[in-house]
C-alpha cells in the first residue's frame, strides 16, 4: 500500500510551513500595493523600534516596529526602510546596521548588506549611517551614490524644485501641547529648517489599511500561530487545579509558545482566578486557585509576528457551580449570536451590538439589571466585542470598515461582577433604588467574571476559527477537565 502513504507524504507538504520564498514574494507585494498609494513624487521613510532598556544595561529582547517588519521581513534593530516610488530603479532602499565584530561578539551576528537583501528582497541596501548623507543629497537635489543612474532621483529631485515633493512617515499619534515632541516631528522639523520644496503626512491611514486585509500568506501564519495558541490553552487547563498558583497555569501556556518557536506572548497572558477574574488586564498570576474557583485564561502566542488572542473561562476543580453557569451560558450565547452577525459588510459595531442584546436581556433574567432598554449593562460588561488582529493583537485598521475575506478578528463578551461596580455609582436616589433592587443577584454572583473569546478569519465562505480546538461550551469544558 504505497500509494496512500504518497498521497499523504503530499497533503504534509502541501500543508507544512510556509516557505522563505513565500515570504519574500508577500513582502514583495506587500512594498507593491504601498507603493501603488503614493505619487511618484514622494518618499515614505520607515524606522525600526527602539530597543529599550529593562534594567541597568539590560534591554528587552527586541521586537520590530510591526510596520517596519510588515515591510521588509528584518527583525534588526536600527533598520531605515526608503520607498521612492519615482524612482527609476532604486524604488525601494534599506540602511542597516554597520557589521561590526567586536561588538556582534557580546550582542549577536548582524547581517550583511547582501543577507538584508536576500531576506528583504530589497535590492539596493546602505549602512544605516549612510542614512544622513543619503537624505542631505536628495533634498539638496542631487543623486547619491554614483553607482545610480543619472535620473535615478530626479522625479522626486525635480519635485523638491516645483515645492511639491511629498515625504510620507509615521505621525500618529500626534504630539500634545506639552513635553517633547515625538521623534517623528522633530525628524520632519529639522529637515524642514534645512530643506524645502516638501510637504509631511501621515502614512498611518495607508499602512493601516494595507495590515487590515490580510494577504493568504498572513492568513497561513496567523492560522499557525492560532494552533499554537490553543494547543497552549489546552496545556494551561490541564495545569489547572485546586491548590495550584495561577503562574503554573501561565508557565503551562507559555512553555507551549516557546517550544513552538514563537517569539514570545502577542500580549502579557493574563491567568485570573476567583475574584482576579474581574480584573480586565490582570496579570500579577500569584494567587493559589481553589476548588470553586473559575480562572479567566487570556493568552495567545506571538508567532512570525502574528498574534490571535483567545480567552478561555473553566472551573479550577473541573465543574461549574449554577451560579456559574447562568453567567458562562449568558456570554457563550452572545459570542454565538455575535458570531452569526460577523459576515461580509457587517461592522464590528454590528457584532458588539449583537451581545450587548442578548447580555442586556440574560443580565435582566439574571436579576443584576432591572432595565434592559438603556445602559445598566455597562456595571457588568465593560468592554467591546470585536477588534482586529494580525501582527499586532489590537491590530490596526479602521473601525468602520465593513468586514470583507481577509480581514481577522476576535469576538469576546464578557460579564464581570464587583460589589464595587455598585459601590462608585454616584450617590443618587435612583441608584440607592437600583442598588437596593439588584443586591441579591450581585450577591449570588459576585466575584464571578467570564469571558470567551475566539479568533476569526472571514473568509468566501464564511467565518474560520482560529481557536476552534479550545474546548468552549460547558459540556466541553467539564468533559476536557475530567479526561485530563
Ligand atoms: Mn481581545
Request: charged letters at 25%.
Amino acid at each position: 500500500m504505497r500509494y496512500p502513504i504518497l498521497i499523504a507524504v503530499l497533503i504534509a507538504v502541501m500543508a507544512g510551513p510556509v516557505s522563505g520564498q513565500e515570504f519574500q514574494n508577500d513582502l514583495k507585494a506587500r512594498r507593491a500595493r504601498l507603493m501603488e498609494r503614493l505619487t511618484p513624487e514622494s518618499m515614505l521613510i520607515l524606522w525600526s523600534a527602539p530597543v529599550k532598556q529593562y534594567s541597568g544595561d539590560v534591554d528587552y529582547e527586541f521586537r520590530q516596529d510591526s510596520n517596519l517588519y510588515y515591510l521588509t521581513g528584518l527583525d534588526q534593530e536600527e533598520t531605515i526602510l526608503v520607498l521612492m516610488p519615482g524612482n527609476v530603479e532604486r524604488k525601494e532602499i534599506l540602511f542597516v546596521k554597520p557589521r561590526d565584530p567586536v561588538r556582534e561578539h557580546w550582542e549577536g551576528r548582524l547581517l550583511s548588506q547582501n543577507e538584508a537583501t536576500e531576506e528583504s528582497g530589497i535590492a539596493t541596501v546602505y549602512l544605516a549611517t549612510e542614512f544622513e548623507p543619503f537624505l542631505a543629497a536628495i533634498f539638496s537635489g542631487r543623486p547619491y551614490d554614483a553607482s545610480a543612474a543619472s535620473q535615478e532621483y530626479a522625479r522626486f529631485t525635480g519635485a523638491l524644485k516645483q515645492n511639491r515633493a511629498a515625504l510620507h512617515i509615521m505621525l500618529a499619534p500626534g504630539p500634545g501641547v506639552s513635553g517633547e515632541l515625538p521623534p517623528n516631528y522633530q525628524f520632519v522639523n529639522k529637515l524642514r529648517e534645512r530643506f524645502f520644496g516638501f510637504t509631511a503626512s501621515d502614512a498611518t491611514p495607508i499602512l493601516n489599511g494595507l495590515r487590515q486585509s490580510k494577504t493568504p500568506y498572513e492568513q497561513k501564519i496567523l492560522e499557525e500561530s492560532g494552533a499554537i495558541s490553543s494547543e497552549a490553552h489546552l496545556a494551561g487547563m490541564k495545569a489547572a487545579r485546586p491548590g495550584a498558583y495561577e503562574y503554573e497555569v501561565e508557565a503551562a501556556i507559555e512553555y507551549v509558545f516557546k517550544k513552538n518557536g514563537a517569539f514570545d506572548w502577542g500580549y502579557p497572558s493574563i491567568v485570573g482566578s476567583g475574584p482576579n477574574a474581574t480584573t480586565l488586564h490582570y496579570s500579577k498570576s500569584s494567587r493559589k486557585m481553589e476548588s470553586g474557583d473559575l480562572v479567566l485564561v487570556d493568552a495567545a502566542a506571538y508567532y512570525k509576528y502574528m498574534t490571535v488572542d483567545i480567552t478561555r473561562t473553566y472551573p479550577v476543580n473541573g465543574a461549574f457551580t449554577s451560579a456559574q453557569k447562568d453567567i458562562y451560558n449568558l456570554v457563550l450565547q452572545a459570542q454565538a449570536e455575535g458570531m452569526k452577525v460577523a459576515r461580509a459588510g457587517a461592522r464590528l459595531s454590528d457584532i458588539h451590538d449583537k451581545t450587548v442584546e442578548i447580555i442586556k436581556q440574560g443580565l435582566l433574567k439574571l436579576g443584576l439589571i432591572t432595565d434592559a432598554s438603556g445602559d445598566q449593562y455597562r456595571l457588568w460588561y465593560t468592554h467591546g466585542a470585536s477588534h482586529w488582529i494580525g501582527m499586532d493583537v489590537h491590530d490596526v485598521g479602521e473601525r468602520n470598515r465593513p468586514l470583507a475575506p481577509g480581514m481577522a478578528f476576535v469576538v469576546e463578551p464578557g460579564i464581570y461582577i464587583r460589589q464595587s461596580a455598585l459601590d462608585n455609582l454616584p450617590d443618587t436616589r435612583e441608584n440607592a433604588a437600583f442598588i437596593a433592587k439588584v443586591r441579591p443577584a450581585v450577591r449570588k454572583y459576585v466575584d464571578i467574571g467570564v469571558r470567551i473569546e475566539d479568533s476569526f478569519i472571514l473568509t468566501e465562505t464564511g467565518l474560520k476559527s482560529l481557536s476552534a480546538k479550545v474546548p468552549r461550551t460547558v459540556e466541553e469544558v467539564e468533559a476536557f477537565m475530567k479526561s485530563r
